[in-house]
């Protein structure tokens, strides 16, 4: 499935999106640190999501208040949605603490039998398959799985999303997320990203 083309984006003066339909802000999850990232990785990941609440800030004090969240990996919305946003990106948690605080709900975004299967399909993926049949298998229901996610997330924003609506995604780089057709595509993509992307391919495949 082709996704949707992103326009890529400077620093846009908010205004210029209104009264077009629906604003949707994306923006990308990062691995939270691990012991096995180099050591400059944790406070550029902390830069990361400084930047990402601040843009997301900007954004909205043209365009008017953020009215929902959607969140990768979270089955439920309110306070029970905040408690796994804290499990799951605990680095970006504080900026979507923030949001939430300043009224935009966040949406149960997820379904967790498709969730509950991505994690078993993953976990075999880790195994040691001596059958190449079984490798390949197990990868295609891994590709499977993600996909049915990304249409599962996909009808959830259309649904949930009203006309004039101002809403933010957090999800992976890699998503196969398809839009409103008629929404406006904001990335929230800072200058520090890169240096995250960096630290991570030198770290390596174990990180």
Request: hydrophobic letters at 40%.
């Amino acid at each position: 499935m082709a996704k949707q083309h992103l326009g890529t984006i400077g620093r846009p003066r908010a205004t210029t999106f209104k009264n077009k339909g629906p604003t949707i802000l994306l923006a990308f999850l990062v691995p939270s640190p691990d012991v096995s990232y180099p050591d400059e990785y944790a406070p550029k990941v902390r830069k990361y999501w400084h930047q990402v609440g601040r843009r997301i800030d900007e954004l909205t004090g043209g365009l008017g208040p953020l009215r929902r969240i959607f969140h990768e990996g979270v089955n439920q919305g309110g306070e029970a949605g905040l408690s796994l946003v804290r499990e799951v990106n605990p680095a970006g948690a504080p900026v979507i603490e923030r949001l939430t605080a300043a009224g935009a709900h966040l949406e149960a975004t997820e379904a967790q039998d498709l969730l509950d299967e991505q994690a078993d399909w993953n976990a075999c993926s880790q195994l040691t398959l001596r059958s190449p049949r079984v490798r390949l298998i197990v990868s295609q229901l891994v590709q499977e799985t993600t996909l049915r996610r990304d249409q599962h997330v996909s009808q959830r924003i259309k649904d949930a999303v009203g006309k004039d609506d101002i809403s933010v995604v957090f999800v992976r780089e890699d998503h196969g997320l398809v839009f409103p057709e008629k929404a406006q595509i904001l990335r929230v993509v800072p200058p520090v990203l890169n240096d995250l992307h960096r630290l991570l391919a030198e770290a390596g495949p174990a990180g």
